[in-house]
């Protein structure tokens, strides 16, 4: 196992849930210590996408010694504190919620609280929001969290790559957030634009 400081990965309760998925089960196939942090509606909203329980994915998830997951209010888990070491935090997918919370430096839960404490200690912080169209306020508090350091990642189709399915399209997906957080220098060579077809 790699000695990484962990990735967090915050869930929350938009759409999109299939890209938590993807994202945790990226991390760990690549054996990278990874925390996970989901929301009561995020748990909902994964029952409703995914036709499992959030608890049956935890278990399974919980067999990889490089897994950990903290209760939503549990604001004494160490990702809570500045002084725990993390690799940096992506909320996937991001509700308008938490980003407006974000956005107005509210942090009421562990989710919160260990988003904030990235942007305090200028750790990578990526949000994949989940929400259209937007409005003018939930483009300024997007526009707050870059301005503080954060990176927005919208979950938009690469349409040049001719995806084939959902799956490629999440793949994609998952591929940005791991460049955003600078776990990879650049996106696959099959992820890459090469141009028209002749």
């Known amino acids: 196992m790699t000695n990484l400081n962990p990735v967090v990965v915050g869930?929350?309760?938009?759409?999109?849930?299939?890209m938590a998925r993807a994202t945790v089960d990226e991390l760990l196939r690549r054996d990278i210590p990874?925390?996970?942090?989901?929301?009561?509606?995020?748990?909902?909203?994964?029952?409703?996408?995914?036709?499992?329980?959030?608890?049956?994915?935890?278990?399974?998830?919980?067999?990889?010694?490089?897994?950990?997951?903290?209760?939503?209010?549990?604001l004494r888990a160490p990702v809570a504190s500045g002084t725990y070491p993390t690799a940096g935090m992506v909320i996937v997918p991001a509700s308008m919620n938490s980003i407006a919370s974000l956005a107005g430096g509210l942090s009421g839960n562990l989710l919160l609280r260990s988003a904030d404490v990235c942007l305090k200690e200028r750790r990578p912080l990526v949000l994949v929001p989940r929400e259209t169209p937007l409005h003018s306020i939930h483009l300024e508090n997007m526009l707050t969290l870059s301005r503080m350091g954060a990176v927005v990642v919208p979950p938009e189709p690469a349409f040049y790559l001719k995806p084939q399915g959902i799956s490629d399209i999440v793949d994609f997906v998952v591929a940005r957030i791991f460049v955003a957080l600078d776990l990879d220098q650049s996106m696959p060579y099959d992820m890459q634009y090469q141009g028209p077809v002749e």
């Not at 869930?11 to 999109?16: N, R, Y």
């Not at 995020?42 to 490089?66: C, I, K, S, Y």
């Open 11 to 18: 869930i929350t309760g938009a759409s999109g849930a299939v």
């Open 34 to 74: 990874t925390v996970a942090l989901c929301s009561n509606p995020a748990r909902m909203v994964w029952q409703e996408e995914m036709g499992e329980n959030f608890t049956d994915t935890l278990v399974e998830w919980q067999e990889h010694p490089a897994f950990v997951h903290y209760p939503i209010n549990d």
